[in-house]
């Protein structure tokens, strides 16, 4: 698909002084998510001290400088960041389709990073090997994704955009094997475990764990739905620590046991 071409795609990951530079401008469209640390971006001679969360989006032609030092005061230096470039008549429309800052704060998640991770996979292909139409629909996907977060998080103020990430960690961990903890969820958000549990609540009206029950029964609902497997297999799969927790939280919610409801579907 010659209308969206994916160049070049990675993962940076600093420990040491790195600069880049051009001074004639970027030949093609460039992304650079800060996803770890910080670094200091000159557009067209203006600073931007990028943090985690931070996009930028260059266009063709776009003067653009790129310094990774450590932070005065901190001798350690850490700064990690995916980026990639494109081109192509797809990417040009889709530039057009709204203002673009250079730099926009956004709130990444795992599935923005997975499918960044993708591009990058599908990009290490050898050349008989790679899927050209693939890549293109990903990046496709990667540039309606970007958009979306960049949406969201311009509507929000501080408070909401925290409390954004702290929901976006209990829909991304909530159903998988290890169990969640609120300490980790905190943590993730830069917040204390007391302030996070404030915080939620007073943006959602619920907790966190009944937050995450509810992403966990969502999923067992279509796993009951649309699979064979048992229910104790529904549960652990879930999120569920075990099959009594899930089948209390399950009656609590529905009125029914988790049988009963599974029956009453199928007639």
């Keep these: ?10 993962f940076s990951c600093h420990s040491e002084p790195y600069h880049s530079s051009y ?19 000159y557009y067209y ?17 776009d003067i653009y400088t790129l310094e990774v030092t450590a932070a005065e005061g901190n001798p350690r230096l850490s700064s990690s960041d995916y980026y990639l470039f494109c081109e192509g008549e797809w990417i040009d429309s889709w530039w057009r389709r709204s203002k673009r800052p250079a730099v926009s704060r956004i709130d990444f998640d795992d599935k923005l990073l997975g499918l960044w ?9 050898g ?5 050209v139409e693939l890549a293109a629909y990903m990046l496709r996907s990667l540039c309606l994704y970007l958009d979306r977060s960049v949406t969201e998080t311009q509507l929000m103020d501080r408070t909401a955009f925290i409390a954004l990430r702290l929901k976006r960690y209990i829909e991304e961990h909530a159903t998988a094997s290890a169990p969640l903890r609120i300490e980790e969820a905190a943590r993730h958000a ?5 302030r996070a549990v404030h915080l939620f609540k007073q943006c959602y009206n619920q907790t966190m ?27 652990e799969t879930s999120g569920f620590a075990s099959y009594s927790y899930f089948h209390r939280v399950f009656r609590s919610r529905f009125g029914v046991s988790p049988a009963k409801y599974r029956s009453s579907e199928r007639l």
């Design 1 to 10: 698909m010659k209308d969206t071409v994916l160049l070049h795609c990675g």
């Design 23 to 41: 001074r004639n401008g970027v030949d093609s469209y460039l992304f650079r998510l800060q996803t770890e640390g910080s670094s200091t971006a």
């Design 45 to 61: 001679d203006e600073k931007q001290h990028l943090q985690a969360g931070d996009l930028l989006l260059l266009k063709p032609g």
């Design 117 to 125: 991770r993708s591009l990058i996979l599908e990009k290490r292909r």
């Design 127 to 131: 050349p008989d090997e790679q899927n």
């Design 190 to 194: 830069g917040l204390s475990v007391s």
């Design 209 to 235: 764990v009944q937050y995450a029950n509810e992403v966990r029964l969502n999923t067992a609902l279509e796993r009951m739905k649309y699979s064979n497997m048992k229910l104790e297999q529904v549960a």
